[in-house]
């Protein structure tokens, strides 16, 4: 006989680091899930979707501190700095509210991960870059938010493959704080003190954007070699238009998903895989009209 618990609504939260168009792809493909979910169940699944307006850790925290307070079915967070680090968890262990992290590598044994290969992915874009300008050359690379573990790895990773070349040159290309318009401002900065720079890297998905916009306003498209990260549709649309080379992209309507279904499991008492990987894109001028089709088609 099926139990109470089985038979009752589920409600699951999301937790991105910020207010931004990659994490409303997550939601999109999160609410596709529940959805199905429902369909297939015959129970009603709520999806809590709960961003910071600013990439904050103090209020990433809050918000979890308040839900775990209700608690839930489950939580995927995006955290802003080690999970084992924030104040929540405390509490979250105590009730035994399942959570996982999406975007982000796994911080414990017991924690589910849901995202790809960050340092792949890092490595991915420098090594583009690096033949793109002949392995000469200053370039640059902006930060994302300096603690996410995810944004660590790959602006690590990024670093490591540009120092194993000695005739480039590596110059701080800023930090977004995965914030589109603080990348434009530290962007133009960069531009303005390196007239000579030859390529930009970036590690988050604000940074694309916000550094497109000013190679553009300084009228240095095609010059500045520039390979991003992620492919939501404003970056897709300056592939297209050849500002950026290309990128090397997560999937994240398939992590909004696959977080839904891994929390409807754990719920359930199924234990977790350490990781679910959901891969990575190389987006270039070359194959960009079939990612904005797809783009178009699910908006």
Same mark, same amino acid.
């Given at each position: ?77 995006? /955290? ?8 929540? @968890? ?91 318009? @603080? ?24 940074? /694309? ?47 909004? @998903?696959?977080?839904?279904? @891994? ?37």
């Amino acid at each position: 006989m099926e139990s109470n618990k089985a038979k009752s609504d589920l409600r699951f939260v999301i937790i991105p680091k910020v207010v931004h168009p990659w994490f409303d792809e997550v939601h999109k493909g999160a609410m596709v899930q529940a959805e199905l979910l429902e369909n297939q169940l015959g129970r009603k699944i709520t999806v809590e979707y709960l961003p910071p307006l600013v990439a904050d850790i103090n209020d990433q925290n809050s918000i979890l501190e308040k839900e775990v307070a209700t608690n839930p079915d489950g939580i995927a967070i995006d /955290p802003l700095e080690n999970l084992l680090q924030m104040e929540a @968890m405390a509490e979250i262990r105590k009730k035994r509210v399942p959570i996982i992290v999406f975007d982000s590598p796994s911080p414990a044994a017991g924690i589910a991960s849901v995202g790809n290969n960050f340092t792949q992915q890092g490595i991915i874009a420098a090594e583009r870059l690096v033949e793109l300008i002949g392995a000469k050359g200053k370039v640059a690379v902006m930060q994302g938010f300096p603690s996410a573990p995810n944004h660590k790895e790959r602006y690590e990773a990024q670093i490591a493959v540009l120092k194993m070349y000695p005739n480039i040159i590596i110059v701080d290309g800023g930090i977004d704080n995965d914030d589109i318009g @603080m990348a434009k401002q530290q962007a133009a900065a960069v531009l303005e003190s390196n007239p000579d720079l030859s390529g930009y890297l970036c590690c988050d998905a604000s940074g /694309p954007i916000g550094i497109a916009a000013a190679i553009k306003e300084a009228g240095k498209v095609g010059e500045i070699k520039f390979v991003g990260m992620d492919g939501i549709k404003p970056i897709l649309d300056a592939i297209k238009e050849g500002v950026i080379e290309s990128s090397s992209a997560t999937i994240p309507r398939m992590q909004g @998903m696959m977080s839904i279904l @891994m929390l409807w499991q754990a719920s359930l008492g199924v234990q977790m895989p350490q990781r679910i990987d959901t891969g990575i894109d190389v987006i270039t001028q070359e194959n960009v009209d079939s990612f904005l089709s797809l783009a178009e088609s699910l908006s």
